[in-house]
């Protein structure tokens, strides 16, 4: 158990500025792009409910999540790469929902282009964050 904490608090020391300020700038964008709000606020007030408003809520706590993890990015904290990749995770489960069962206020589009860029961009992030996290803990000697 101490072994695994130690794994997600450890800091990266070998994070180039360009990964860091990338993985922050794609992290931030995950959370912008799936917090949806011209919908919110312009959609008509039927779907404004209590199960839309658990809706937004989530989003919402979303979007500090990823602020939460790009500040961890930017202290060069693992952890910050991991919280990344959970709600990127997070977020392709809730587009699946959204798509497939329904989500309250959000309408089933599957090819609506801001959905699209939002898949594009965690996939980015994914793919980053695991290099980041794999390369750091290949090289042992050079973490903090």
Not at 26 to 36: E, K, R
Not at 82 to 88: E, N, V
Not at 121 to 133: D, P
């Amino acid at each position: 158990m101490t072994n695994v904490f130690l794994f997600m608090m450890g800091t990266l020391t070998r994070v180039s500025k360009r990964a860091k300020g990338t993985g922050i700038v794609l992290i931030v964008m995950v959370g912008l792009l799936n917090f949806h709000v011209p919908h919110f606020l312009l959609e008509s007030p039927k779907y404004f409910g209590s199960a839309s408003s658990l809706l937004e809520l989530a989003l919402f706590a979303n979007l500090l999540g990823t602020v939460v993890a790009a500040v961890g990015i930017s202290r060069n904290m693992r952890w910050g790469w991991l919280l990344g990749i959970l709600i990127a995770g997070i977020s392709f489960v809730l587009y699946l929902a959204q798509e497939t069962v329904g989500l309250p206020g959000l309408p089933k589009t599957w090819w609506e282009p801001s959905r699209i860029v939002s898949l594009m961009v965690e996939g980015l992030f994914v793919v980053l964050a695991r290099y980041q996290v794999v390369s750091s803990r290949r090289n042992p000697r050079k973490m903090g």
